[in-house]
C-alpha cells in the first residue's frame, strides 16, 4: 500500500524567503504524486502534479515541486515567500496501476503541513 | 462550472441526531469521494464511488455513517446517532475518469459538523 509522509507540521519562513515543505512517499509502483493547499475554512486545491514525463513540475502561484524517485520524495518550493502563501499544504500519492487499467482517483493524504509567513 | 456543491456549509447538532450531509460532484466527473477531515487524524477517505456505484467504504468508521449516490449529481453522508467524536470537517471531492489514475480531485467547501 501507498504512504506518505510530511516532515514538519508546522513550517515558519519570513516573506521573501524560500519556501521548502517536504514530502516523501512509499510506494511499490509509480506513483502519481500531487501537492494540494488549503487555506483557512477553505476545500483543498490543486498546486501542481505530477504523473509522467518531467521530473520537475510547475505549479500555480510560483510554486513547484521535484520529483526524485532514488530520494522517493516529492518536495515543494517556491523561490520567495508571500504572506498570500499562508495555509496548509497537503502532499497526496495515488497509484498507477501495474496493468495500466484505470485505478480511480484514490488519493492518500500526508498529515499536512501548515506554513506560517512572517512580515 | 459551480465546483462541488456541499450542504450545510455549518451543521449544529444534539448527540443522538440524524445528520445528512449532501454533496453535488462536477457535472461529468465519474468519481466522488467523502473525506473527513479532524486534528487528530487528518484527511481520512470514508468512502468513494464509481458511476454511483459504492467501491471503498472500508474507511467508513461504524455502522452509524452510511453513503448513498442516487444519481451523478447527489451524494448523501448519513450520520445516525450522531456522537460528539463525530465532529469535524467534512469533505466531499469529485474526480473525472482519464484512466490510469491519472486524475485530480475537486474538493468542495466542506461541511464543519459538530455534535454537542
Known amino acids: 500500500a501507498q504512504s506518505v509522509t510530511q516532515l514538519g507540521s508546522h513550517v515558519s519562513v519570513s516573506e521573501g524567503a524560500l519556501v521548502l515543505l517536504r514530502c516523501n512517499y512509499s510506494?511499490?509502483?509509480?506513483?502519481?504524486l500531487f501537492w494540494y493547499v488549503q487555506y483557512p475554512n477553505q476545500g483543498l486545491q490543486l498546486l501542481l502534479k505530477y504523473t509522467t514525463g518531467a521530473t520537475l513540475v510547475k505549479g500555480i502561484n510560483g510554486f513547484e515541486a521535484e520529483f526524485k524517485k532514488s530520494e522517493t520524495s516529492f518536495h515543494l518550493t517556491k523561490p520567495s515567500a508571500h504572506m498570500s502563501d499562508a495555509a496548509e499544504y497537503f502532499c497526496?500519492?495515488?497509484?498507477?496501476?501495474?496493468?495500466?487499467?484505470?485505478?480511480?482517483?484514490?488519493?492518500?493524504f500526508g498529515e499536512g503541513t501548515q506554513l506560517t509567513v512572517n512580515p | 462550472d459551480a465546483g462541488v456543491i456541499q450542504s450545510p456549509r455549518h451543521e449544529v447538532t444534539e448527540m443522538g441526531q440524524e445528520v445528512t450531509l449532501r454533496c453535488k460532484p462536477i457535472s461529468g466527473h465519474d468519481y466522488l469521494f467523502w473525506y473527513r477531515q479532524t486534528m487528530m487524524r487528518g484527511l481520512e477517505l470514508l468512502i468513494y464511488?464509481?458511476?454511483?456505484?459504492?467501491?471503498?467504504d472500508s474507511g467508513m468508521p461504524e455502522d452509524r455513517f452510511s453513503a448513498k449516490m442516487p444519481n451523478a449529481s447527489f451524494s448523501t453522508l448519513k450520520i445516525q446517532p450522531s456522537e460528539p467524536r463525530d465532529s469535524a470537517v467534512y469533505f466531499c471531492?469529485?474526480?473525472?475518469?482519464?484512466?490510469?489514475?491519472?486524475?485530480?480531485?475537486?474538493f468542495g467547501q466542506g461541511t464543519r459538523l459538530t455534535v454537542v
Open positions: 471531492a469529485s474526480s473525472p475518469d482519464r484512466g490510469l489514475g491519472n486524475t485530480e480531485a475537486f
Open positions: 510506494s511499490s509502483v509509480p506513483p502519481y
Open positions: 497526496a500519492v495515488t497509484l498507477q496501476s501495474p496493468g495500466g487499467e484505470t485505478s480511480g482517483s484514490r488519493l492518500t
Open positions: 464511488f464509481n458511476n454511483n456505484v459504492p467501491i471503498d
